[in-house]
């Protein structure tokens, strides 16, 4: 017989013999088994973690779904990262975790708005179970795609992935750590950063800071952005506010973009140069096209790595407008794919013009240009845990607040009819 028949049909004798609202609960634990059935179906699944399966020895940790013949479950513990890092504060268990009996897969746990500031839970697996797992994934020549299912309360940081930002930056919250570590940064989902509410995903190749600056900032952001909605808000509610984050990485590609329900979207970050953060992948830009100019340019710092330089590919104009022009000198704004940038054209003694001057004035967020690998720790030691919920990070903030209904981690970039299709689950 048909699943969704057999549903319909039990309702219907349901209503007829007034049984309790429990037993209606069928109806949507059999589309929860479907839902399920369609993520764990999907060419390159890692994990899944769906916070229905647990380990049945008596711990009840929540395991993922993993592909048939896979030794790992990537069970998760919970653990309070203020605790371990600082010496602070209690420790977390799972009743931390508040449940809820709905969502793509008829579970959610909640991450909560804690008010003590030395209690940051998050649920994770420790790098000593996941370190060159199929979880683990790193290096040159590799993809991902993470897609995490979820109501947002508040907050734009992580939702989940392999994301130690570290615990070494000199800063006031870090005045009394026990245990400083460098960053562990491999790939991540976020809930916005830049962009509140946005799907962003976040990659590093060296698991520390970019551009010269002290945090990780290849990062996309999607162009649609998720309300927010009280994680206490009434059941009829809570059904219908689901959203679908997902974030790739197409190493063929070179880019790193985030979908919100199934939609990417182009995002674009006009004048750079005054968007805090962004204004040092500015002036990665600028470093490295002065580094190719003959000679010392006007504000080249040649002690700039190069390795830090970022220069997207500008073969062919998008589009060119002349901003202005008179018989010495043009200046004309053209966007490529990833940059918009103003060039200024001066007449030289032959009577050509030439470029004397550029700036880069607009910068695409989504996709986000992203040339290199993913950081590849040389052992257990130098990797970062997979976290759910949270982030070991210095500031300690509170981070995303709301209900995660689902987890899914896979080893290439889905198209955008598979997270179309991922996001349609929601419903």
Request: hydrophobic share 35%; with cysteine; glycine share 8%.
């Amino acid at each position: 017989m048909n699943p969704r028949f057999a549903t319909t049909l039990t309702l219907a004798i349901a209503a007829t013999l007034h049984v309790t609202p429990a037993f209606e609960n069928l109806a949507s634990a059999t589309d929860a088994e479907q839902n399920r059935a369609v993520v764990k179906d999907l060419p390159g699944l890692v994990a899944f973690w769906d916070f229905s399966l647990r380990e049945t020895d008596g711990s009840g940790r929540f395991i993922a779904h993993v592909p048939p013949g896979t030794d790992h479950d990537y069970a998760l513990d919970a653990a309070n990262y203020v605790r371990e890092y600082w010496g602070e504060g209690r420790e977390a268990t799972y009743d931390d975790f508040p449940q809820l009996s709905s969502g793509p897969f008829n579970a959610a746990i909640r991450i909560r708005k804690e008010s003590d500031p030395n209690f940051r839970p998050f649920l994770y697996v420790p790098r000593s179970r996941l370190h060159d797992t199929p979880l683990d994934i790193k290096g040159e020549d590799q993809s991902v795609t993470v897609v995490v299912w979820a109501i947002r309360e508040s907050g734009n940081h992580a939702l989940a992935g392999i994301w130690h930002e570290g615990t070494d930056l000199k800063q006031s919250s870090t005045a009394t750590i026990k245990k400083v570590e460098r960053g562990q940064r491999q790939y991540a989902l976020f809930a916005g950063l830049n962009q509140p509410g946005s799907a962003c995903g976040h990659v590093s190749e060296n698991g520390a800071s970019s551009f010269l600056n002290k945090y990780a900032l290849h990062k996309c952001n999607s162009l649609g952005q998720s309300p927010t909605v009280s994680a206490d808000a009434p059941a009829e509610q809570l059904a219908a506010s689901w959203q679908c984050f997902a974030m790739t990485f197409n190493h063929q590609a070179n880019e790193l973009t985030g979908w919100l329900n199934g939609i990417a979207g182009d995002r674009w970050l006009k004048n750079p140069a005054s968007a805090g953060l962004i204004s040092y992948a500015r002036n990665a830009y600028l470093q490295g096209h002065y580094a190719r100019t003959p000679g010392l340019q006007p504000g080249e710092d040649i002690n700039f790595p190069s390795s830090q330089t970022y220069n997207p590919p500008e073969d062919t104009a998008l589009e060119v407008e002349t901003v202005s022009d008179s018989e010495n000198e043009r200046i004309e704004k053209r966007r490529y794919r990833y940059t918009e940038i103003l060039v200024t054209l001066t007449k030289d003694s032959s009577g050509e013009f030439v470029e004397t001057d550029r700036d880069l004035v607009g910068l695409s967020l989504n996709p986000w240009w992203y040339p290199h690998g993913i950081y590849s720790p040389g052992n257990a030691e130098e990797g970062g845990p997979f976290t759910i919920g949270r982030v070991i990070h210095s500031s300690r903030s509170v981070g995303f607040t709301g209900w995660i209904g689902g987890v899914s981690v896979f080893n290439r970039a889905l198209s955008a009819e598979e997270l179309k299709a991922l996001s349609e689950l929601r419903h």
